[in-house]
């Protein structure tokens, strides 16, 4: 069973190279400069969890992403100017001729947070347990200062503060960007079946 389990998986290794290649350059490298936040998604949904998460400068409005056919989805965008993440791991399930495959990237679980410096992310659902510094709540979003050049929509509601802490944190989200993405004792796994973070 196990030398045809070794078959399986290098017949169907071209099946796993985007998925990886697409991992990677999600959470798997670091990545310097200025990211766009506004891109065509996938709709494949990511998710990600963490023992603690610290945020310094947030900033939290509604918005939309578009995939390649046109259609939009509702989401909930965080920016944040440095985010400090311990213990994270990021999964999403792909379905596959072999049945499903997860691909599950876990880093920053040896005392080194993982860092994102000007992190957008856009997520459809968050939980945690969370304490704002600072907040202001119901700010036109568009007049949001905490990240130099990131603002949201006028006339939407949006919520800032200098600094977040969320512990338990549990996310799905659609996009994710950063202008540099640090990621201490990376590991990528392809795992068959369901073994998302959650």
């Given amino acids: 069973m196990r030398e045809q389990g070794r078959v399986r998986w290098k017949r169907f290794a071209m099946i796993f190279i985007p998925a990886t290649a697409a991992a990677a350059m ?24 963490a023992d603690l998460v610290k945020a310094f400068g947030d900033e939290e409005f509604g918005g939309f992403v578009e995939t390649k ?14 985010l400090e993440t311990f213990n994270l791991c990021q999964s999403y399930l792909l379905n596959t ?34 304490t704002y510094t600072g907040i202001e709540l119901g700010r036109d979003a ?15 509601p949006g919520v800032q503060a200098p600094k977040v802490v969320s512990r338990n ?21 392809i795992l068959l079946g369901d073994h998302e973070c959650f």
């Avoid at 999600?26 to 969890?49: D, E, M, R, W, Y």
């Avoid at 997860?102 to 997520?123: E, F, M, S, W, Y």
């Avoid at 996310?171 to 796994?189: D, I």
């Fill in 26 to 49: 999600l959470v798997g490298a670091t990545v310097q400069g200025a990211v766009g936040a506004s891109f065509v998604v996938a709709g494949t949904p990511i998710k990600s969890s």
């Fill in 69 to 82: 056919d046109g259609q939009k989805i509702p989401v909930y965008i965080v920016a944040s100017g440095r």
């Fill in 97 to 130: 001729p072999i049945g499903p495959v997860t691909v599950r990237t876990t880093a920053g679980n040896d005392g080194r947070p993982v860092v994102a410096i000007r992190q957008v992310l856009k997520a459809t659902m968050i939980s945690g347990d969370v």
């Fill in 142 to 156: 568009s007049t949001l200062d905490q990240i130099p050049g990131i603002t949201g929509p006028p006339g939407t």
């Fill in 169 to 189: 944190s549990r996310q799905v989200f659609l996009a994710l960007s950063a202008a540099r993405l640090e990621l201490p004792n990376l590991t990528l796994r």
